[in-house]
């Protein structure tokens, strides 16, 4: 079975084609044309690579049940038991402080972690 489009790649060309070609009625469908019969096998392994490898840049702990994991993207729960309870971040400063103040500022973020974040924000930067 052919695997999806990758999420990314998909959204962005479904809003260009939106953006660029509005006399398309399915941008969708267009998209996934171009990705099977359109996009070359380089291509095609280059984007899937960067979509499902990313380079892990944080470290998290979950309180629940006392394990690390990496991610680059804030988690909404923990890999291992399912808890939404991570509250501890190590590892590289600054993109933390970012990836912080976007969970912060997101509002799909849960209410309790929002708290959480600003308050280990504070701590953080002093
Ligand atoms: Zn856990």
Redo the contacts with the bound molecule.
């Keep these: 079975m052919p695997r999806r489009p990758p999420k990314k790649w998909f959204y962005h060309c479904v809003a260009r084609v939106k953006q660029e070609a509005p006399e398309v009625t399915d941008p969708e469908a267009l998209c996934a044309w171009i990705w099977y019969h359109h996009a070359k096998p380089a291509t095609r392994r280059k984007i899937l690579a960067e979509e499902n490898n990313p380079e892990p840049t944080m470290e998290f702990h979950?309180v629940?049940?006392d394990?690390y994991f990496w991610t680059r993207d804030l988690p909404s729960m923990?890999p291992?038991?399912?808890?939404k309870e991570i509250d501890e971040l190590t590892g590289k400063r600054e993109k933390i402080i970012n990836l912080m103040k976007r969970a912060i500022k997101d509002p799909e973020t849960p209410e309790h972690l929002k708290h959480a974040l600003t308050k280990k924000l504070e701590e953080v930067e002093g």
């Design positions: 979950c629940e049940c394990n923990c291992f038991c399912g808890s």
